[in-house]
T-cell receptor, first 110, second 118 residues
Protein backbone atom coordinates (compact mmCIF):
# COMPACT_ATOMS: atom_id res chain seq x y z
CA UNK A 1 0.00 0.00 0.00
CA UNK A 2 0.89 3.65 -0.14
CA UNK A 3 3.25 4.86 2.55
CA UNK A 4 5.45 7.75 3.57
CA UNK A 5 8.72 7.52 5.48
CA UNK A 6 10.28 10.63 6.95
CA UNK A 7 13.32 11.10 9.10
CA UNK A 8 12.75 10.64 12.76
CA UNK A 9 13.31 13.52 15.07
CA UNK A 10 13.54 15.40 17.11
CA UNK A 11 15.71 17.82 15.19
CA UNK A 12 17.31 20.67 17.10
CA UNK A 13 19.01 23.53 15.27
CA UNK A 14 20.35 26.94 16.02
CA UNK A 15 18.76 29.97 14.41
CA UNK A 16 19.94 30.59 10.84
CA UNK A 17 21.05 26.98 10.38
CA UNK A 18 20.20 24.99 7.25
CA UNK A 19 17.34 22.54 7.53
CA UNK A 20 16.72 19.29 5.69
CA UNK A 21 13.97 16.85 6.60
CA UNK A 22 14.05 13.75 4.44
CA UNK A 23 10.89 12.19 3.06
CA UNK A 24 10.48 9.20 0.76
CA UNK A 25 7.31 7.57 -0.42
CA UNK A 26 5.87 4.43 -1.90
CA UNK A 27 2.76 4.74 -4.01
CA UNK A 28 0.82 3.15 -6.80
CA UNK A 29 -0.08 5.64 -9.46
CA UNK A 30 1.06 9.23 -9.48
CA UNK A 31 0.67 10.86 -6.08
CA UNK A 32 0.56 14.47 -5.14
CA UNK A 33 3.02 15.27 -2.37
CA UNK A 34 2.61 17.62 0.57
CA UNK A 35 4.35 19.03 3.59
CA UNK A 36 2.15 20.02 6.49
CA UNK A 37 3.25 21.92 9.59
CA UNK A 38 1.69 21.78 13.05
CA UNK A 39 2.53 24.59 15.43
CA UNK A 40 1.97 23.98 19.15
CA UNK A 41 -1.73 23.94 20.00
CA UNK A 42 -2.84 24.35 16.40
CA UNK A 43 -4.12 22.16 13.60
CA UNK A 44 -2.08 20.96 10.66
CA UNK A 45 -1.53 23.60 8.01
CA UNK A 46 -0.51 23.00 4.45
CA UNK A 47 3.02 24.30 4.01
CA UNK A 48 3.66 23.40 0.38
CA UNK A 49 2.77 20.86 -2.23
CA UNK A 50 3.79 19.44 -5.61
CA UNK A 51 1.53 17.58 -7.96
CA UNK A 52 3.88 16.10 -10.52
CA UNK A 53 7.49 15.04 -11.04
CA UNK A 54 10.09 17.81 -10.93
CA UNK A 55 7.61 20.31 -9.50
CA UNK A 56 9.03 22.44 -6.71
CA UNK A 57 6.74 23.57 -3.93
CA UNK A 58 7.78 26.58 -1.90
CA UNK A 59 6.39 28.72 0.89
CA UNK A 60 7.78 30.83 3.75
CA UNK A 61 11.35 30.07 2.68
CA UNK A 62 10.74 26.31 2.68
CA UNK A 63 10.98 24.30 -0.49
CA UNK A 64 10.73 20.70 -1.65
CA UNK A 65 11.15 19.12 -5.07
CA UNK A 66 9.14 16.13 -6.29
CA UNK A 67 11.78 13.59 -7.31
CA UNK A 68 10.16 10.65 -9.04
CA UNK A 69 13.44 8.84 -9.72
CA UNK A 70 14.29 8.71 -6.03
CA UNK A 71 10.65 8.79 -4.79
CA UNK A 72 11.57 11.63 -2.50
CA UNK A 73 10.22 15.01 -1.41
CA UNK A 74 12.79 16.39 1.01
CA UNK A 75 11.97 19.62 2.84
CA UNK A 76 14.66 22.31 2.98
CA UNK A 77 15.10 25.79 4.33
CA UNK A 78 18.27 27.80 4.07
CA UNK A 79 18.00 29.70 7.36
CA UNK A 80 15.59 28.61 10.06
CA UNK A 81 14.04 30.88 12.65
CA UNK A 82 12.82 30.23 16.16
CA UNK A 83 9.27 30.63 14.84
CA UNK A 84 9.79 27.59 12.60
CA UNK A 85 9.73 25.33 15.66
CA UNK A 86 6.90 22.89 14.98
CA UNK A 87 6.15 19.35 13.86
CA UNK A 88 6.44 18.74 10.12
CA UNK A 89 4.52 16.01 8.32
CA UNK A 90 5.19 14.70 4.85
CA UNK A 91 2.13 13.29 3.07
CA UNK A 92 0.96 11.91 -0.22
CA UNK A 93 -2.39 11.69 -1.92
CA UNK A 94 -3.32 9.42 -4.81
CA UNK A 95 -7.06 9.71 -4.56
CA UNK A 96 -8.85 11.94 -2.08
CA UNK A 97 -7.12 10.39 0.90
CA UNK A 98 -3.97 11.66 2.56
CA UNK A 99 -1.30 9.27 3.82
CA UNK A 100 1.04 10.82 6.37
CA UNK A 101 4.52 10.17 7.63
CA UNK A 102 5.13 10.05 11.39
CA UNK A 103 6.13 13.65 11.68
CA UNK A 104 9.42 15.30 12.60
CA UNK A 105 9.62 17.68 15.51
CA UNK A 106 11.86 20.67 14.86
CA UNK A 107 13.14 22.91 17.63
CA UNK A 108 15.07 26.03 16.71
CA UNK A 109 17.05 27.69 19.47
CA UNK A 110 18.01 31.36 19.46
CA UNK B 1 -10.44 31.87 6.22
CA UNK B 2 -10.79 28.06 6.13
CA UNK B 3 -10.82 27.56 9.88
CA UNK B 4 -11.83 24.24 11.40
CA UNK B 5 -12.57 23.92 15.10
CA UNK B 6 -12.90 20.91 17.33
CA UNK B 7 -14.64 20.61 20.64
CA UNK B 8 -13.63 19.65 23.20
CA UNK B 9 -9.87 20.09 22.92
CA UNK B 10 -9.39 17.45 25.58
CA UNK B 11 -11.64 15.07 27.47
CA UNK B 12 -11.20 12.51 30.22
CA UNK B 13 -13.87 9.86 30.66
CA UNK B 14 -14.48 6.63 32.50
CA UNK B 15 -14.28 3.29 30.79
CA UNK B 16 -17.65 2.25 29.37
CA UNK B 17 -18.96 5.74 28.76
CA UNK B 18 -19.45 7.43 25.38
CA UNK B 19 -17.76 10.60 24.24
CA UNK B 20 -18.80 12.93 21.42
CA UNK B 21 -16.29 15.09 19.55
CA UNK B 22 -17.46 17.91 17.30
CA UNK B 23 -15.75 19.19 14.19
CA UNK B 24 -16.94 22.47 12.67
CA UNK B 25 -15.93 24.38 9.60
CA UNK B 26 -16.30 27.98 10.74
CA UNK B 27 -16.19 30.01 7.56
CA UNK B 28 -16.89 27.59 4.75
CA UNK B 29 -19.13 24.70 3.89
CA UNK B 30 -17.43 21.34 3.86
CA UNK B 31 -18.73 18.73 1.50
CA UNK B 32 -16.43 16.13 3.00
CA UNK B 33 -14.93 15.71 6.43
CA UNK B 34 -12.27 13.26 7.51
CA UNK B 35 -11.51 11.79 10.92
CA UNK B 36 -7.98 10.78 11.84
CA UNK B 37 -6.42 9.16 14.86
CA UNK B 38 -2.87 9.83 15.99
CA UNK B 39 -0.90 7.74 18.45
CA UNK B 40 2.18 9.16 20.16
CA UNK B 41 5.09 9.45 17.74
CA UNK B 42 2.98 7.91 15.00
CA UNK B 43 1.49 9.29 11.86
CA UNK B 44 -2.12 10.33 11.44
CA UNK B 45 -4.23 7.34 10.48
CA UNK B 46 -7.41 7.95 8.52
CA UNK B 47 -10.38 6.43 10.31
CA UNK B 48 -13.27 7.45 8.10
CA UNK B 49 -14.53 9.79 5.44
CA UNK B 50 -17.90 11.42 5.83
CA UNK B 51 -19.95 13.24 3.24
CA UNK B 52 -22.79 15.48 4.25
CA UNK B 53 -26.08 13.65 4.28
CA UNK B 54 -24.70 10.18 3.70
CA UNK B 55 -23.16 7.38 5.69
CA UNK B 56 -19.50 7.55 6.53
CA UNK B 57 -16.99 5.32 4.78
CA UNK B 58 -14.72 3.61 7.28
CA UNK B 59 -11.17 2.46 6.69
CA UNK B 60 -10.31 -1.18 7.04
CA UNK B 61 -9.97 -2.20 10.67
CA UNK B 62 -12.02 0.67 12.09
CA UNK B 63 -15.12 -0.46 13.96
CA UNK B 64 -18.06 1.51 12.65
CA UNK B 65 -20.24 0.56 15.61
CA UNK B 66 -17.65 1.88 18.01
CA UNK B 67 -16.78 5.10 16.21
CA UNK B 68 -20.08 6.63 15.14
CA UNK B 69 -19.81 9.47 12.66
CA UNK B 70 -22.59 11.88 11.83
CA UNK B 71 -22.28 14.59 9.19
CA UNK B 72 -25.66 16.23 9.45
CA UNK B 73 -24.79 19.59 7.96
CA UNK B 74 -22.18 21.19 5.73
CA UNK B 75 -20.46 22.73 8.73
CA UNK B 76 -20.62 20.02 11.40
CA UNK B 77 -19.46 16.45 11.77
CA UNK B 78 -19.40 14.51 15.01
CA UNK B 79 -17.43 11.48 16.11
CA UNK B 80 -18.86 9.50 19.02
CA UNK B 81 -16.62 6.97 20.71
CA UNK B 82 -19.05 4.49 22.21
CA UNK B 83 -18.32 2.37 25.27
CA UNK B 84 -14.84 3.81 25.46
CA UNK B 85 -11.94 1.74 26.73
CA UNK B 86 -8.41 2.77 27.72
CA UNK B 87 -7.10 1.57 24.35
CA UNK B 88 -9.27 4.22 22.69
CA UNK B 89 -7.17 6.90 24.35
CA UNK B 90 -5.63 8.88 21.54
CA UNK B 91 -5.50 12.18 19.71
CA UNK B 92 -8.40 12.56 17.28
CA UNK B 93 -8.11 15.04 14.44
CA UNK B 94 -10.71 16.08 11.90
CA UNK B 95 -10.29 17.82 8.59
CA UNK B 96 -12.73 19.43 6.23
CA UNK B 97 -12.56 19.75 2.50
CA UNK B 98 -14.39 21.98 0.09
CA UNK B 99 -14.49 21.85 -3.66
CA UNK B 100 -14.22 25.29 -5.15
CA UNK B 101 -14.41 25.94 -8.84
CA UNK B 102 -10.94 26.40 -10.26
CA UNK B 103 -9.19 25.50 -7.01
CA UNK B 104 -7.81 22.06 -6.30
CA UNK B 105 -9.42 20.61 -3.22
CA UNK B 106 -7.50 20.99 0.02
CA UNK B 107 -8.10 19.63 3.49
CA UNK B 108 -8.17 22.06 6.41
CA UNK B 109 -7.42 20.53 9.78
CA UNK B 110 -8.82 21.05 13.23
CA UNK B 111 -6.51 21.38 16.26
CA UNK B 112 -7.36 17.91 17.53
CA UNK B 113 -9.02 16.41 20.62
CA UNK B 114 -7.06 14.53 23.26
CA UNK B 115 -9.16 11.66 24.63
CA UNK B 116 -8.07 9.87 27.79
CA UNK B 117 -10.13 6.91 28.98
CA UNK B 118 -9.56 5.86 32.57
Amino acid sequence: GDSVTQMEGPVTLSEEAFLTINCTYTATGYPSLFWYVQYPGEGLQLLLKATKADDKGSNKGFEATYRKETTSFHLEKGSVQVSDSAVYFCALSVSEKLVFGKGTKLTVNP
Amino acid sequence: GAVVSQHPSWVICKSGTSVKIECRSLDFQATTMFWYRQFPKQSLMLMATSNEGSKATYEQGVEKDKFLINHASLTLSTLTVTSAHPEDSSFYICSARVYTSGIRNEQFFGPGTRLTVL
